[in-house]
């Protein structure tokens, strides 16, 4: 007889992003090449201000720190910030073991179990695994491909609240679906959260990732957003620092700090070493975010082209970030991707890619669809577009036959 597991355990669900890793080790194994669009773990050079900080540091011992983070970090964090037109202060930076970290606290500290969170999906998958290992319900909000992904009239968020609702998550601009969010949208978001007591969380770890026109706006740059808004954010993505595991938790809401320290007393503190990296990363020039999207912008132009030219295959236009949530002529995503890993082969190299199921809440959707980050270079995802079109065509559970879908 096995020993009980808690009701949060049973409804853990699995990464869409990670959890056909096995396969995709059993393949390398075999000496098979595998392209790596599972995940958005970015390819680009750390900046070198962060190493050398991190190289150089000569601490005898490497101890706690503060449970809000590094006073220098905070201070500088918020400096940062301001110079971005996001007018905040050092006590309104909370530093947290990445953004993931800062979205478990917020939804702790403003929601009990059984309350709701609305949230447009696709959405990043990891919300619904927050959602359950701390006993909130998600109420999703479906977007759509054929309109790429936009976001419904807050009329429809409107419809959607009830007397357990505690707030409106949103990314922008947008994992997976690469969307981004104008002023006026927010601007109508933040007045129904404003009407009905509720928060905005703004998961704003992409920010540095826009590719037409201006920076999508933070929603703390919105007036009146004082007292309603949570913004998360990260370092992992811009700096291409996803293993320092550094982000923030920023609001000006000063009833929400403390708990929130408290909430992070519990795990001590954030990466001491990390931290120290970061504070002389925030010092990197302003070209390197221009290279960045630079090199950004030319993936996703290769992508898009790519994948608009095989039969079949449905992208959305994209504006930020680094991934496309793809529809494919296929019957299950999650068995076409455990194929490519484990039968499918072109020139001994296959594709990882995340199933488009795991970033619904709602039970069936995302079948055919897959997200896709074009993290690698534009000569390595040309190849990985090469295994996607090969496989399209010897895929047995094809949908669409490629006369049909060349005539369309």
């Not at 995709?24 to 050398?52: C, M, R, T």
């Not at 007045?191 to 990732?209: G, Q, S, T, W």
């Not at 896709?372 to 040309?382: G, M, Q, R, S």
Request: glycine share 6%.
């Amino acid at each position: 007889m096995s020993l009980p597991l808690s009701d949060r355990a049973k409804v853990m669900p699995p990464s869409p992003i990670r959890k056909l890793a096995p396969y995709a080790d059993a393949a390398k194994k075999e000496g098979v090449k595998v392209f790596h669009l599972n995940i958005g773990q970015p390819d680009v050079p750390s900046p070198k201000e962060y190493w050398a900080a991190v190289k150089g540091c000569e601490l005898e011992v490497l101890e706690y720190s503060n449970s809000a983070g590094i006073a220098e970090l905070r201070e500088k964090a918020a400096a940062d910030y301001c110079k971005q037109g996001i007018n905040i202060t050092a006590d309104q930076v909370l530093v947290t073991t990445a953004g993931s970290e800062s979205l478990s606290i917020a939804l702790s500290i403003i929601c009990n179990p059984g309350d709701e969170v609305i949230i447009p999906e696709p959405l990043y998958a990891n919300y619904i695994g927050f959602a359950a290992g701390t006993g909130i319900q998600v109420v999703p909000i479906t977007t759509h491909i054929e309109n790429n992904f936009a976001l419904p009239d807050s009329e429809e968020f409107a419809k959607r609240i009830t007397d357990r609702t505690r707030a409106i998550v949103i990314c922008n601009p947008g994992n997976p679906t690469g969307s981004t969010y104008d002023r006026a949208q927010l601007e109508s978001l933040l007045k129904l959260a404003r009407e009905n007591n509720l928060y905005i969380i703004a998961d704003e770890v992409y920010r540095e990732f826009y590719f037409d026109g201006e920076r999508p706006l933070s929603v703390l740059q919105l007036d009146g957003s004082d007292e309603n808004v949570i913004m998360v954010d990260s370092v992992s993505k811009r700096f291409s620092l996803c293993g320092a595991r550094i982000g923030y938790f920023v609001t000006r809401n000063a009833a929400l700090i403390d708990p929130a320290i408290r909430f992070a007393q519990a795990r001590l503190s954030s990466p001491t070493l990390e931290m120290i990296g970061v504070i002389a990363a925030l010092d990197t020039p302003l070209s390197y975010y221009d290279a960045l999207r630079e090199e950004y912008t030319a993936r996703r132009d290769v992508l898009t082209q790519r994948l608009r030219a095989i039969p079949g295959v449905t992208c959305p236009d994209i504006q930020g970030a680094f991934y496309a949530k793809v529809q494919l002529p296929i019957d299950d995503s999650d068995k076409f991707c455990k194929w490519m890993l484990e039968e499918f082969r072109h020139n001994n190299q296959t594709v990882m890619m995340a199933p488009g199921t795991g970033f619904y809440s709602t039970p069936g959707l995302g079948k055919n669809q897959v997200r896709i980050a074009y993290v690698l270079k534009i000569e390595n995802l040309n190849l990985a577009m090469d295994c996607l079109e090969v496989a399209l065509a010897q895929y047995p559970g094809r949908t669409v036959t490629t006369e049909t879908a060349t005539a369309q």
